[in-house]
């Protein structure tokens, strides 16, 4: 009896919890909507970020998979198209966007990332 309803408690909260709506302090990302990113050094930037109501916004990868030049190009009109406003929003918390996107400066071949203030990034 009392498993029945631990079980049943537990699958009103994920019920609950796929339903529910991002406060609008949460700069979270979506649980279904994890971030995708280029470069290693932009994981590191977004996990340092918190949000004031959940702390972590996401659980950071271990590996990276290569991101082909012609897809970096295309991350600021996909954003508008294939993600939700919370991603969008979880997304501007990290890279505000008068600061991002990036451009890919390639020296001595290493790239680096420049920020639209002139600030220079490591890409890896």
């Not at 049943?8 to 609950?16: F, G, L, M, P, V």
């Not at 290693?40 to 972590?56: F, M, R, S, T, Y």
Request: glycine residues 2%.
């Amino acid at each position: 009896m009392r498993q029945s309803l631990i079980n049943r408690i537990a699958r009103a909260e994920e019920a609950a919890k796929a339903q529910s709506r991002f406060s609008s302090q949460c700069i979270c990302f979506p649980g279904n909507e994890p971030p995708f990113f280029n470069w290693p050094v932009e994981q590191e930037i977004a996990a340092a970020v918190k949000c004031h109501l959940h702390g972590d916004r996401f659980k950071p990868v271990k590996f990276f998979f290569y991101v082909a030049k012609w897809l970096r190009e295309k991350r600021v009109s996909l954003m508008q198209t294939h993600h939700s406003e919370q991603y969008r929003k979880a997304w501007d918390a990290s890279f505000p966007p008068n600061l991002w996107p990036a451009q890919e400066v390639l020296n001595d071949a290493h790239t680096i990332l420049q920020l639209k203030d002139g600030t220079t990034l490591s890409a890896v």
